[in-house]
């Protein structure tokens, strides 16, 4: 069976973004980027599987600017086989890129892809259900556990009140959540390697999906602020406000 | 405008949520019609049916939508889809699950997570862990939207919509529900309570949350933890309060042994008042606490639960 991985260039998690002076957009001048974090679980779960025998083949695919090679390399050091990078001139939006995604599972027909949950930048959690919409196959979203059995996956999901276990025909869809594994470091010698592994560069054109974004942004602020309170002595102290200042107790 | 409502339910009881999504469509303005999928779901719907606003709704009751497959659901959705203008769902795991969906199949973005709404096409929501808030602005035929719900005052119960029956559409047969394990509790569920005790990385281990469970049953508070908390195994991860776990907005938040991180503090920094107990004064979650009590807390926990 093969996996494929879509991994996302994002801003280094460690990073605090600010917002640029104009409120046009957040500013990643000099910021430090790396692979989106779920996405990296998903790699990593990927070459596990791949390990375990249950995979033959994980291919990397990557949709951004150039530099989103850096990301797929990273991936091949993990542990991943090749590499498909497809450079677009703007940010693709969620739906460009699920449509893409299709494009790519219909060329490489996978029989799982795993995705992360969401990326640390946009917050949207939703390309990997649209890729699910888009060719009809399951979803198991939030995944803390896969468990691929003949022709079916069982995922143990993240919900709001525990956990859920689903069982889904494949190829199915997998989104990861944070507990799913711990990744890997990546080693130099893995690195050297990765170099050498095959890289197919791509453009949206080949796949005959237009880039085109019907949702813009007007404006992009900082959040309100908190200032901060007083420092109190005591319990006491604490449980006098609570109730007689803040009026939150009774 | 007409607005179609997906409510979040578990069989039995509308989750409170659904009272905030409302709200959000009120301030988008138009007819409020809330679907409700599930199984068994006569009582659902006449809750839903009394939400202040809602002028419709539709009910469809049937095994495959008891467990909210999001195959299913999504399905379902799109069928009843046509003449709406804005389709909204809470931004659960369970919205989040099934409404991108909904999205692709009508070749439409979704607008994830909403907190405000400017106008019927433009909207804001936090972006990078809530450090940037962004107003994006939707043309396309459809808005799909969902909502953080507490962003949103809940709508009242003085409705007294119409309940309609809608057809089921077929299994889609490529998944199945195979087990849950729900986390039972007799305190209020994090997201909705009026009041939030949370423990960190301070609390040394999972045996003296119990410090933290006898001062939130005084309170009649919900518990939750930090990143730190759960990654260290002291608690299971649906407690967790975070950027990756659950957004609250308590009228009282108590942080207990919370260094205050980002990524935690995206989760709770809407809070109407927070009190912040560490030891370490030099820690970030002061720099946000109205009310911050330097001290250990093996000593402060005690004492603040004798004293309520």
Do not use: W
């Amino acid at each position: 069976m093969k996996i494929l991985v879509p991994v996302k260039r994002v801003v280094d998690y460690n990073v605090k973004v600010r917002v640029k002076a104009d409120h046009s957009d957040v500013d990643l001048t000099n910021v430090k980027m790396d692979i989106n974090p779920f996405c990296d679980i998903a790699v990593e779960e990927a070459v596990r599987l791949k390990e375990q025998g249950v995979a033959t083949e994980v291919v990397v695919v990557s949709i951004g600017e150039a530099k989103a090679e850096e990301q797929i390399r990273r991936s091949m050091a993990i542990g991943a086989d090749r590499g498909i990078l497809i450079t677009t001139e703007q940010a693709a939006s969620s739906l460009t890129v699920a449509k893409l995604l299709k494009a790519v599972v219909e060329q490489e027909q996978p029989g799982l892809v795993i995705l992360g949950k969401q990326s640390i930048d946009t917050d949207n959690n939703q390309t990997g259900q649209m890729l699910a919409a888009l060719t009809g196959m399951a979803q198991g979203t939030c995944a803390s556990k896969v468990t691929v059995e003949g022709d079916s996956v069982q995922v143990v999901r993240e919900i709001d009140g525990g956990l859920q276990t689903v069982g889904l025909k494949l190829p199915a869809i997998v989104t990861t959540d944070l507990r799913l594994n711990e990744p890997r470091y990546v080693k130099l010698p893995d690195i050297m390697k990765a170099k050498r592994k095959p890289l197919d560069k791509k453009t949206p054109a080949d796949f005959s999906v237009e880039v085109k974004n019907t949702v813009s942004t007007l404006k992009v602020e900082p959040p309100a602020q908190r200032e901060a309170g007083i420092k109190v002595g005591s319990v006491a102290e604490l449980i006098d406000k609570l109730k007689n200042e803040a009026k939150v107790l009774s | 405008m007409s607005i179609l409502v997906i409510a979040e339910h578990n069989n039995s009881e509308l989750a409170p949520v659904t009272a905030s999504v409302v709200a959000a469509a009120a301030q988008i303005g138009g007819e409020i019609t809330v679907l409700i999928a599930g199984k068994n779901t006569a009582s659902v719907a006449e809750s839903a049916a009394k939400l202040t606003g809602v002028n419709k709704v539709l009910h469809c009751s049937a095994d495959q939508y008891e467990h909210a497959l999001a195959e299913n659901v999504a399905a379902l959705v799109v069928s009843a889809a046509s003449g709406y203008t804005h389709i909204l769902a809470a931004a659960t795991t369970s919205g989040k699950n099934f409404m991108p969906r909904v999205a692709a199949i009508l070749d439409v973005e979704q607008i994830s997570e909403i907190i405000s709404v400017e106008s019927a096409d433009t909207f804001k929501r936090p972006i990078y862990a809530g450090n940037a808030i962004a107003t994006v602005q939707s043309n396309d035929s459809v808005k799909v939207l969902t909502v953080r719900g507490t962003s949103f005052d809940a709508v009242g119960n003085e409705g007294s919509a119409t309940i309609e029956e809608l057809a089921s559409v077929a299994d889609a047969g490529v998944s199945q529900f195979i087990s849950e394990e729900l986390a039972v509790s007799d305190r209020p569920e994090l997201t909705s309570a009026g009041i939030v005790v949370s423990g960190g990385r301070g609390m040394q281990n999972g045996d003296n949350f119990e410090l933290l469970y006898k001062v939130a049953d005084k309170l009649g508070a919900a518990v939750g933890a930090s990143r730190a908390a759960v990654d260290e195994g002291f608690v299971p991860n649906d407690m967790q309060v975070g950027q990756t776990g659950k957004i609250v907005a308590p009228e009282l938040y108590i942080a207990v042994g919370i260094s205050g991180q980002i990524q935690h503090l995206a989760g709770m920094k809407d809070s109407k008042v927070i009190v912040a107990i560490n030891k370490d004064e030099e820690a970030p979650i002061f720099q946000v606490a109205d009310y911050g009590l330097v001290a250990d807390l093996f000593d402060a926990l005690p004492e603040l639960e004798a004293a309520l």
